[in-house]
């Protein structure tokens, strides 16, 4: 029987398929990151007068796709750099995860909606857990980037969101 398998050559096609399928999947879904966890440990800005950090607006981090819980505030120095602060940020660890300032509100248990207007990329994020800072370019208009967010460029989900609130 297993003779009669082996000399078929639909068998043998199938199998192939199967298998491509299946590194095709493993690749694009990289399920191993659901076990694990990138830290990282930024100090917070520091200036040699503590006038010279300001924090513009600041939030708390709702889940949406994953589990997603944190701070994040937006800072300014007097020179004019602004920064995006994540404090005490935990949630899952994905593929092509990237921080984004974004002008859409952020709708409870909705995440959909974040890239549907304007967006800033400030990059990937560097971990999972942790504290962290994202420049924002020079130049940017900050004027309606009312969300911070942690997008998943490959899925095109929100694993997690905060509403900027100014201070």
Known sequence: ???????RPVVWVVALVVAAVLVVALLLFQPWRVFTTVRVD??????PDADEVQSVSTGSFVSHEHS???????????DGTVTLRLADLRTSDGPALHVWLSDQPLEPGQGGNLDDGRHVDLGSLKGNEGNQNYAVPAGTDLTGLQTAV???ERFGVSF??????QV
């Open 1 to 7: 029987m297993i003779t009669t398998l082996i000399r």
């Open 150 to 152: 942690i997008w998943c």
């Open 160 to 165: 997690g969101a905060a509403t900027l609130t």
């Open 68 to 78: 997603t819980t944190g701070e994040v505030s937006l800072q300014t120095l007097t």
């Open 42 to 47: 930024e100090t917070a800005l520091v200036a």
